[in-house]
Structure formats: structure tokens, C-alpha cells
């Protein structure tokens, strides 16, 4: 047997013991969210009826470290810390000089990072002594993380579950109620945002967020709780990167490219974030690679806007690329990465030039999926098979160009609920739909009267 080491593994006593908040650090003003009828900076205020006072400091702190509650770390100790993986075979296969690793999120009993969040966002609402939480989820990955949560904190949870997901994915829903969530079809005829959004039987994030707010709303013992896009999101997702770092150095290398999936930011804020603040500290000189759907690309087509971040315009207005917040992506199966908008710290690290962005086609994210699970056995799901894509891509690039590149992929999650869309894959079924610059730009027509952002 050789010494390559193909495993780097972190003791439980390397849990990290705070989360990275890079709000400090990011350049210029932090824009503030608005409250969309006096287009004010939205304050603690307007966030109370639905999120509870823990959170809310998360969402607004400006310290650059925010310490991890015990309890929480107890529950992460589940799978954290979670193991990086040196791609050996995959780049012996590419024939690459290029050594690329993946930080492999797919270890959490819901089988990707959302639980990250949902566990630090369930246990605050308990300490608020909230009795039920409501969400939506894409994929399913953000609801049976959410369910989980609950039922470790005791929690009554109640998920909206996009239309096009419940009916690929019925075990994501059985999953969700063995951990004892109700699980509605988005849009439903439980909410009048589902009501109104009827004649969109394939649902979007945004209308399931919509149906979830409304019902938080609506009840005082029922918070809302969002499994990506806001700042106290991406700050629990910070975990991996910290991890990440430290996994590095016992390879004893750097990454030259970090590169992620987005949906609305968080895998990719968690990963990147450790890193990109090393950046902006003159620490390193990281390239960081993110990428979309082809079908959903925010980033690289969006608009540059304050928008709502659900269809019907409950939420605050965030600073965020956008592709009008009524616009209902088509339905791809990386359900995942189906949201009009993104996190708007990311957003503001690529309008700055920190971050590049890419768009890519679910049949070469697909391709690159199944190479990857041919070689390093773990099945990636539909959405980092996205990240996949442009890691091997970078490595191909390194061939190219004779370079001993390093790259490091996050690998959000597996994907063994999602075998019907590698079905479709590898029977030739699977389609590139096309997005719709005309539906965009008639979306982006409907975005509400607010500030122009630089
Ligand atoms: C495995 C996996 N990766 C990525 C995403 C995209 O979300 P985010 O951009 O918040 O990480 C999802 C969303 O459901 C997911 O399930």
C-alpha cells in the first residue's frame, strides 16, 4: 500500500469553536436590506415577526467572530468535523498535474451542509421558546435538514416543499416525516401566496419561501427559518471552510482555486468565506470559482438590484444579481439551485471582483458527476455535480497549461435522492432547458421602485 495520503481527518476536538463573519472585512459600506414600503434600512424591527433576537444579532453583527453555543457544537459532533478528500484517481483519469481536493459535505445525517445552519437556527428559536418553525425547501436538502433539527431541539416543524422536487423526490419527503415534519406540495391551497401562484404547478424557492413566511407570520408560536441567501446562513456554513483550512495544511498545500456551487450562496459561503477573508487580509492569493445553472444564472445574467427574496414581496428588499424575484427558473434537477437570487455578501464579492461566477448546462454538470462518482465512488448530487463541472474543468485548464494547479471543490452533499435524474442522465433523457432572456428581462421589468446599488 502507498503513503498517499487520500483522507485528511480532523479529531472531534478541532470542531471549530466560532463561526467566521466576514461582514468586517468586506469592502466599502455593508448595504443594508430595506423595508419595502418605507425603503429604510430594514432594522431588528422588521425582522422580529418572524426570526427570534439570537438570530437576528447573527444576521447584523459586525464581529469577526461569533462564538459557536455548546449545544450546537454537541449536535455537530454528530459528523463534524467532516472529512477532505485528495481526488487521486479522478486526476490520475483527467491526466492532470492539477492536485484537486473536495471538502465532502454528503457525512451529515441529511446528507449535505444544510444541517450546519438549521441546527444553530433551531436551537436560537428554542432558547426564544418558539414552538414550531415553518420553511421551504428546493431540493429537499434544506427541509430534512430543518426536520432534523426540530426534532433534536423539539421543535414542531412545517415545510413547503417546491412541486417539481415533491414529485421527483418522495423519499426526501418520507425522510423529512421520519423526522416528524408535515410536509406540504408548493404551491398549496394551505397559504394565499400558494393560492395566488396556482397556475405555477412546478412551484419555485421563491413561492415555497413565500407560502412558509406567510405562515409565520400569520401564527405567534410559528418562526420562519431560511436555508440560505441571509448573512447568519452563510455564517454557520462557516464551519467547512475553517475545517477546510486546517485540512490543507496537514496536506500540506494552498489552494489556488476554491470552487462551489450556488443556489443561494451558503455552501459556497461556508467553504469560501475562511478563505476569501485570508484574501482580503493580504494573506493569500486565492481565485474563488462559483458555479450556476445555466437555467438559473443569477450571477453571471442577473441584474445588479434590491429585490424581494420571495415571489410575492414579503421579505425585506436585499442588495442581491437577481433575476426578478417572480421569475420561475425552469425546472432542472438541481432543484437546489432553482432561487431567483443569491446571498448579497456573495454578491457583493463578485460585483467586486473576488469572486468569478460560471454558468453551466445540467448534461456537462452530469457528465462531470458521473466521471467523479466512477472514479471516487461518492454519487455528488445535482447541485454540487455543478462544482464538479468547473473543478474538472480547472484541472483540464492545469493539463493545458502544465500547471500543478490546486483546487479545492466543495461537495455539498450526495446525491442517492436523486438517482432519477442520473437515470435520465444515462438514458440520454436528460434535457438542457433553455433560459429565457425575455422572461428575465420581463421579471426584471416587475422589480420594485428602490435605490439604484453601485
Ligand atoms: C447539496 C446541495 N448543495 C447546494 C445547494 C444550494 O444551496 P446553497 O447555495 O445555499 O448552498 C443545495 C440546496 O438545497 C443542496 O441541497
Not at 219 to 228: K, Q, V
Not at 318 to 326: F, R, V
Amino acid at each position: 500500500m502507498s503513503t498517499d495520503t487520500v483522507k485528511f481527518l480532523l479529531p472531534e476536538a478541532e470542531l471549530p469553536t466560532h463561526w467566521i463573519n466576514l461582514l468586517p472585512d468586506l469592502p466599502g459600506d455593508p448595504m443594508p436590506p430595506l423595508n419595502p414600503q418605507t425603503m429604510q434600512p430594514a432594522g431588528p424591527d422588521d425582522l422580529t415577526p418572524i426570526f427570534p433576537m439570537g438570530v437576528i444579532q447573527q444576521e447584523v453583527s459586525m464581529e469577526p467572530e461569533v462564538e459557536i453555543p455548546d449545544e450546537v457544537r454537541e449536535v455537530y459532533k454528530l459528523w463534524r468535523p467532516t472529512p477532505l478528500y485528495r481526488a487521486r484517481r479522478l486526476e490520475k483519469t483527467l491526466d492532470t498535474p492539477a492536485h484537486i481536493y473536495y471538502k465532502y459535505e454528503g457525512v451529515s445525517p441529511a446528507g449535505s451542509h444544510k444541517p450546519n445552519s438549521a441546527v444553530a437556527q433551531a436551537y436560537e428559536h428554542k432558547q426564544a421558546g418558539v414552538k414550531r418553525l415553518s420553511t421551504e425547501t428546493g431540493a429537499g436538502q434544506w427541509g430534512s435538514a430543518l426536520a432534523l433539527a426540530c426534532q433534536l431541539f423539539g421543535l414542531e416543524c412545517v415545510i413547503y416543499m417546491v412541486g417539481a422536487s415533491y414529485d421527483q423526490k418522495p423519499y426526501r419527503r418520507s425522510m423529512m416525516q421520519t423526522w416528524g415534519a408535515t410536509v406540504h406540495r408548493s404551491p398549496s391551497d394551505t397559504t394565499d401566496a400558494g393560492r395566488s401562484q396556482a397556475s405555477h404547478p412546478t412551484g419555485s424557492l421563491g413561492i415555497a419561501i413565500s407560502e412558509a413566511v406567510e405562515v409565520a407570520a400569520k401564527d405567534a408560536d410559528t418562526n420562519y427559518s431560511l436555508g440560505s441567501v441571509l448573512n447568519h446562513v452563510c455564517l454557520h456554513q462557516t464551519v467547512i471552510g475553517q475545517e477546510a483550512i486546517a485540512q490543507m495544511g496537514m496536506a500540506g498545500e494552498e489552494p489556488d482555486v476554491v470552487v462551489g456551487c450556488v443556489g443561494g450562496g451558503s455552501n459556497f459561503a461556508g467553504l469560501s468565506f475562511p478563505f476569501i477573508r485570508r484574501l482580503l487580509r493580504g494573506e493569500a492569493k486565492t481565485r474563488f470559482l462559483a458555479a450556476e445553472p445555466a437555467a438559473c444564472p443569477t450571477l453571471t445574467r442577473g441584474a445588479y438590484r434590491y429585490d424581494f427574496g420571495d415571489t410575492v414581496g414579503m421579505t425585506p428588499l436585499l442588495p442581491m444579481y437577481t433575476l426578478g424575484h417572480d421569475f420561475v427558473p425552469p425546472p432542472v434537477h438541481a432543484g437546489g439551485l432553482r432561487y431567483h437570487g443569491d446571498a448579497p455578501m456573495l454578491c457583493g464579492l463578485v460585483k467586486a471582483g473576488v469572486i468569478e461566477a460560471r454558468a453551466y448546462a445540467q448534461n456537462p454538470a452530469f457528465e462531470a458527476a458521473v466521471t467523479f462518482a466512477r472514479n471516487e465512488g461518492i454519487v455528488p448530487g445535482p447541485e454540487p455535480a455543478h462544482a464538479i463541472r468547473a473543478g474538472v474543468d480547472e484541472a483540464l485548464a492545469a493539463r493545458e497549461a502544465g500547471e500543478e494547479r490546486v483546487i479545492l471543490i466543495g461537495l455539498s452533499g450526495h446525491g442517492h435522492f436523486d438517482m432519477s435524474a442520473y437515470d435520465d442522465y444515462l438514458a440520454g433523457k436528460l434535457e438542457d432547458v433553455e433560459f429565457s432572456e425575455q422572461d428575465m428581462q420581463a421579471a426584471l421589468a416587475r422589480l420594485p421602485e428602490a435605490p439604484a446599488i453601485a
